[in-house]
């Protein structure tokens, strides 16, 4: 376990569904992150939250709206999402400070769009 | 714009044999790097944190070295093992990036034979 937990571990939904992903962490840290990973992909950044404000949206659809009520829980909202977007979603926490510090991911989301 | 490349794709090897896994990244400019591991459908365990005015990190077999005016760095694994089986991901914190983004490689796929 690395204090950050993510649910739900799966997740199929249909591409008029409405879902949402969940991140949680116990570390201490107060920035979070969204990654996707494709098949045969590097990992990509989606969002990044600092202080519960988010600080970099890299070029993501609207279809993928982030929200961080606290410095302890991210939300990934999911909706009208598309077959390619079918991929493993992980959160990420680190201290924020210098970027000196150490990243902790999740187990992930591994999201199924039919 | 900052790009990090893992070379060899892929690894296969007999157990007890050393192996290096090898980084590369295109901007010298970055505060740290981080080697993480990810076994198939999982999460990212972090492995070794090198920050940019450390030249190596150990611990147990593993041994990472960073060369930052090459744009280099290498993974040591020792005496592998059936169980160091798994994906080995490298990846830079970009120097003057908000939020310690992450810049990932694609990754190497090692594979210890027993």
């Known amino acids: 376990e690395t204090g950050v937990t993510q649910t739900p571990r799966h997740l199929v939904m249909g591409m008029t569904n409405k879902k949402s992903l969940k991140c949680e962490q116990h570390l201490g840290h107060n920035a979070m992150y969204w990654y996707k990973q494709s098949a045969k992909k590097p990992l990509e950044l989606m969002f990044v939250?600092?202080?519960?404000?988010?600080?970099e949206n890299n070029s993501v659809p609207s279809r993928f709206s982030p929200e961080c009520p606290n410095s302890s829980h991210l939300f990934l909202h999911l909706h009208t999402l598309q077959p390619e977007d079918s991929a493993l979603y992980l959160c990420?926490?680190?201290?924020?400070?210098?970027?000196?510090?150490?990243?902790?991911f999740g187990q992930g989301t591994r999201l199924t769009v039919v | 714009k900052q790009e990090v490349t893992q070379i060899p794709a892929a690894l296969s090897v007999p157990e007890g044999e050393n192996l290096v896994l090898n980084c590369s990244f295109t901007d010298s400019a970055i505060y740290n790097l981080q080697w993480f591991r990810q076994d198939p459908g999982k999460g990212l365990t972090s492995l070794l944190l090198?920050?940019?005015?450390?030249r190596e990190q150990t611990s147990g077999r593993l041994n990472a070295s960073l060369d930052k005016s090459s744009g280099r760095s290498t993974l040591y694994i020792a005496a592998s093992q059936p169980g160091d089986s798994a994906t080995y991901l490298c990846a830079v914190i970009p120097y003057m990036e908000y939020g310690n983004k992450l810049v990932f490689g694609a990754g190497t796929i090692l594979r210890v034979k027993s």
């Open positions: 090198i920050q940019s005015s450390q």
């Open positions: 990420a926490s680190s201290p924020q400070g210098s970027g000196r510090t150490e990243a902790f």
């Open positions: 939250y600092s202080l519960e404000e988010r600080v």
